[in-house]
């Protein structure tokens, strides 16, 4: 219950400032591996309850504990409780504020401000429940009156598009540009994926990478914890061990030490390949960035800001990718040469 009532107590605002990407983790290696894991969930995890719940251990009076105590339960805790209505409104709320910026969506983003800085639930529910869309509307009917946006479109737009529905490394990118160049589609369906639905797409494709990273990763490490604990336990009641039940003890260290080494294999798997989607990514988002730098007129406009956003987002993720690669390969040369160390009885 102690996080929960962090939780009521903690405003608004603290969920605002842990939302972004924020420092650079290369320059925290001299911390533990578990709180730079979970400095990267207070600063990345798109939940705020998580977000909150890794700040809360992070900054306790005996963060070693504590942080132990996140990965081991907290983490999960704090998942469980993000499913709850209100933490899920209060971050889509966020999430929708983030991607449609005032100039190009400029009732969405009134709406979904008023929605984040309100100490009211209720507003936070009406406007995922009905108050997101009709101020979404509200929006399109002025662009629609306006028209300068739809007549702005030329060929090669809707062929961009097109090729992002076919092509985009992103789900829900894809799902996104699909929708805009459907059979029946109108200029207007285009216009709103370069004012928001481009945006909102790659954010919901950035968070889906993130989630699944996180919920394997803690999994993982709160496994790994336990393993290693064994094993040592394990080698030193082999050190202690005499006559037959020394060889015995080492057989049981060695195969210890082994189930650690197996464990880090899922991991070492899934951060090589995350790091090979994080690359293609950034390359994406800075490929789009360059041609919506040099596209002219109103749609493109809008997608400069999110691009190179979305490019400095998704290359710090393919950096710590490659950082979690190499600590999972460092802990299987560990259990390696645990292993070694127990069978020859040095």
């Keep these: 219950m102690r996080l929960r009532t962090v939780l009521a107590a903690v405003c608004l605002s603290l969920a605002t400032l842990v939302s972004g990407v924020g420092p650079s983790f290369a320059a925290t290696q001299d911390t533990s591996a578990d709180k730079i894991w979970v400095q990267y969930l207070a600063y990345r995890d798109s939940r705020s309850t998580v977000r909150i719940g890794a700040w809360q251990a992070l900054l306790s009076s005996t963060p070693d504990a504590a942080i132990a105590q996140f990965v081991a339960t907290g983490y999960d805790y704090s998942v469980k409780l993000a499913a709850e209505t209100k933490a899920r409104n209060a971050d889509f709320a966020r999430r929708i504020l983030d991607t449609y910026p005032a100039e ?34 509200r929006d399109r009917q002025v662009r629609q009156t306006r028209g300068d946006q739809a007549k702005a479109l030329v060929e090669a737009d809707r062929a961009f598009v097109r090729d992002l529905a076919a092509n985009d490394p992103g ?34 494709d950035l968070e889906s990478y993130r989630l699944q990273a996180a919920d394997n990763e803690n999994k993982w490490r709160a496994s790994l914890a336990r393993l290693i604990t064994d094993a040592q336990a394990a080698e030193q009641a082999a050190k202690n061990a005499s006559g037959d039940a020394a060889a015995k003890a080492r057989e049981a260290a060695g195969q210890a030490w082994h189930a650690v080494g197996d464990q880090t294999a899922p991991a070492r798997s899934a951060w090589d390949q995350a790091q090979q989607v994080a690359d293609r990514q950034a390359r994406n988002w800075a490929a789009i960035a360059q041609a ?48 070694q160390r127990v069978r020859s009885g040095s």
Excluded: I, K
Aim: hydrophobic fraction near 45%; aromatic fraction near 12%.
């Design 104 to 137: 190009y969506a400029p009732e969405v983003h009134s709406a979904a401000q008023y929605a984040v800085n309100s100490r009211d639930d209720a507003d936070r529910e009406r406007f995922a429940h009905g108050g997101f869309q009709a101020a979404e509307q």
């Design 292 to 339: 919506a730098a040099a596209a002219t007129g109103p749609n493109w406009a809008a997608v400069v800001a999110p691009a190179q956003d979305n490019s400095t987002q998704w290359s710090d993720e393919r950096g710590f990718a490659a950082d979690q690669a190499r600590y999972w390969n460092a802990l299987l040369q560990q259990a390696l040469d645990g292993e």
């Design 171 to 204: 789900t829900q990118v894809r799902v996104s540009a699909s929708y805009a160049t459907r059979v029946g589609a109108t200029d207007d369906d285009l216009v709103d994926f370069f004012a928001s639905g481009w945006a909102l797409g790659a954010r919901l």
